[in-house]
């Protein structure tokens, strides 16, 4: 597997978190989505990086600048035929260390409540994130869980 800053001009990878979207608004209410689009993406402080095998997309992640010392990582997804495969683990390892090499102190995140997301949050606890209060611009939700950790460590 290959992680590579992405332009996001692809077509795959346009397809690929079109079908993020979708599947953000099925588990989760309008209001309670937050998975950013193409365009939210491309955003200055924003990184985006994807996965590939063989030249095939796998996953994608982002990380968000908040400001000098903190992060929010983004748009994480792995292909539904690789889920539970390592992609995920292997592009969080990766977007950690960017995150601390770049000077962040503090890495954040936004997922759901939900059942479907258990996977996601048991990832995310194996990686050191513990939950957390609402950070940045986001309020309390019951269909949201916060979580963060330092990047140190």
């Known amino acids: 597997m290959r992680i590579a800053v992405d332009d996001l001009t692809g077509d795959d990878i346009a397809e690929f978190l079109a079908e993020h979207v979708r599947e953000m608004l099925a588990t989760s209410p309008p209001e309670s989505k937050h998975a950013l689009d193409l365009d939210g993406l491309r955003r200055p402080e924003i990184t985006f990086w994807s996965v590939r095998d063989d030249g095939a997309l796998v996953g994608c992640g982002a990380l968000k600048r908040l400001d000098a010392r903190h992060a929010e990582l983004?748009?994480?997804?792995?292909?539904?035929?690789?889920?539970?495969?390592?992609?995920?683990?292997?592009?969080?390892?990766?977007?950690?260390?960017?995150?601390?090499?770049?000077?962040?102190?503090?890495?954040?995140?936004?997922?759901?409540?939900?059942?479907?997301?258990?996977?996601?949050?048991?990832?995310?606890?194996?990686?050191?994130?513990?939950?957390?209060?609402?950070?940045?611009?986001?309020?309390?939700?019951?269909?949201?869980?916060?979580?963060?950790?330092?990047?140190?460590?």
Do not use: Q
Not at 97 to 118: D, I, K
């Open 74 to 153: 983004k748009s994480m997804r792995t292909a539904r035929a690789r889920r539970r495969g390592g992609v995920a683990s292997f592009l969080l390892r990766h977007i950690i260390a960017e995150a601390r090499r770049t000077g962040f102190a503090r890495l954040s995140l936004e997922t759901g409540s939900a059942p479907f997301y258990l996977p996601a949050r048991r990832l995310y606890e194996k990686f050191g994130f513990a939950y957390c209060e609402p950070f940045a611009d986001y309020r309390p939700d019951p269909h949201s869980v916060f979580m963060t950790r330092l990047t140190a460590g």
